[in-house]
């Protein structure tokens, strides 16, 4: 393994803050927002039913758009350093002194790099989707993780939270794939089928560390 590859929304950062302003900005107590959002995943619907059911009519855009109009300089929809998940920082500096190659690539909005940049992590670069105009699961996404990488695929570790955005096009393109059992979709997901394809299911970056080490020696 030369190179680990991590997912942005609930492998790095914690959603928690953003989705709870979303409730806050729908009109739905928290818990009922969280819940609908967990019923959609299960049924494997797109996340953004979970927006449809408690506010019909919803369109994405146009409540971004008004959002930032009424709210210019709150984090509304985005992310800041503390939403990082407290095993964040430890584990890629772990990665990076035992000389891994440590990039972030997910699906994420352009602003969102700007968000990682801020952050300084122990990384050798941060990529996200918007900017690459190509998105996960499509093969084009990992193919540019592993020009970015700079190494062969089966060298490279992508880590994520979903079985079909993360662990099985990653194996698809011939990445090696680790399963990290958080958020909505991680403990979902690791019950699927389709989990068996990730080379590893952990729940916390810690234990990818350790698992990666005990791997490499």
């Known amino acids: 393994m030369r190179s680990v590859v991590f997912d942005v929304g609930e492998t790095?950062?914690?959603?928690?803050?953003?989705?709870?302003?979303?409730?806050?900005?729908?009109g739905v107590p928290q818990l009922t927002f969280f819940g609908t959002i967990g019923g959609v995943l299960a049924e494997g619907r797109p996340m953004l039913d979970a927006f449809r059911l408690v506010k019909p009519g919803f369109d994405l855009d146009a409540e971004l758009a008004a959002w930032q109009r009424e709210e210019p300089d709150s984090l509304?929809?985005?992310?800041d350093e503390d939403d990082l998940y407290p095993d964040v920082r430890p584990a890629l500096e772990r990665l990076r002194d035992r000389g891994l190659h440590v990039l972030v690539a997910g699906n994420q909005p352009v602003?969102?790099?700007a968000a990682l940049r801020a952050m300084d992590l122990p990384v050798a670069d941060i990529h996200v989707s918007d900017a690459w105009g190509v998105a996960k699961p499509e093969r084009a996404f990992f193919t540019?993780?592993?020009?970015?990488?700079?190494?062969?695929?089966?060298?490279?570790l992508y880590v994520g939270d979903r079985v079909d955005n993360d662990v099985v096009p990653a194996r698809e393109a011939g990445l090696r794939a680790a399963l990290l059992r958080r958020g909505p979709w991680g403990y979902l997901h690791a019950e699927r089928p389709e989990a068996a394809r990730a080379d590893v299911i952990v729940s916390s970056l810690t234990e990818l560390v350790d698992w990666l080490a005990a791997q490499t020696g």
């Not at 790095?12 to 729908?26: N, Q």
């Not at 540019?144 to 490279?156: L, P």
């Open 12 to 26: 790095l950062v914690d959603e928690t803050r953003i989705f709870s302003r979303w409730a806050d900005r729908l």
């Open 144 to 156: 540019r993780v592993v020009e970015e990488a700079g190494c062969a695929a089966e060298e490279i």
């Open 76 to 79: 509304r929809e985005n992310f």
């Open 111 to 113: 602003q969102a790099e």
